[in-house]
């Protein structure tokens, strides 16, 4: 069992690697180690964020996916977490989230018996399904009160929308104009892939 774990954050304004200290925290309180880290800037309504993929194209049976909470592994609507489950389900990867109790049974090492152990696998399935939707919720309230936000300010004339990163944005330029890849330039600069490629059509008008 190898124990992968997995940081996102939505937006180029957030740090993915700040739950990184709780995961390696969380693991050795549970005398194991972690393999693998993956870290991305993408929002959670993506299923095939990149270094997703690779994570599940790196696991094998009986793998453990690490995550803070449900949050950071989906936003996604009804029909596309169960798409993404059915991912995970068919390489037989466990998640193990650090705020979920019941889903850390998967890394114990203390001997339970397979009833409880099939109770417990019910339990968790159901609760994390749960939190899948209560994540999606979220990030449809949040999203109006911000569209409601942004239109009020601009009603009052105070909308500027947000500052622009000249400084990075350059460098992401000047990375584009090398032949760097979109992978290589979010491991540099933080910055997500939406960015990126709007840097990159700016670039293109003004040639």
């Not at 180690?33 to 299923?47: K, P, Q, V």
């Not at 803070?68 to 989906?74: F, K």
């Not at 998967?106 to 899948?132: C, H, R, W």
């Amino acid at each position: 069992m190898h124990i992968r774990a997995y940081l996102r954050a939505s937006t180029d304004q957030q740090d993915a690697n700040r739950a990184r200290a709780s995961l390696v925290e969380f693991a050795k309180g549970n005398n194991v180690s972690i393999a693998n880290y993956y870290t991305e800037n993408e929002s959670g309504r993506i299923i095939k964020r990149p270094e997703l993929m690779r994570l599940l194209d790196d696991a094998s049976a009986g793998d453990v996916i690490l995550i803070e909470s449900i949050d950071r592994l989906t936003r996604l609507t009804a029909d596309d977490w169960a798409e993404l489950k059915l991912m995970i389900e068919s390489k037989k990867l466990h998640i193990v989230a650090v705020d979920v109790p019941t889903s850390h049974g998967f890394i114990s090492t203390s001997p339970v018996d397979e009833m409880t152990a099939g109770i417990l696998k019910a339990i968790n399935n159901m609760l994390v399904d749960i939190l899948a939707v209560m994540a999606c919720k979220d990030y449809e309230l949040r999203r109006q009160r911000s569209e409601q936000g942004t239109a009020k300010a601009k009603a009052e004339g105070k909308y500027k929308g947000r500052p622009e990163n000249k400084e990075r944005n350059a460098g992401i330029a000047k990375m584009l104009d090398s032949g760097a890849t979109y992978s290589e330039i979010q491991a540099i600069t933080g910055a997500s892939r939406a960015t990126i490629a709007k840097v990159k059509k700016n670039s293109l008008e003004l040639v």
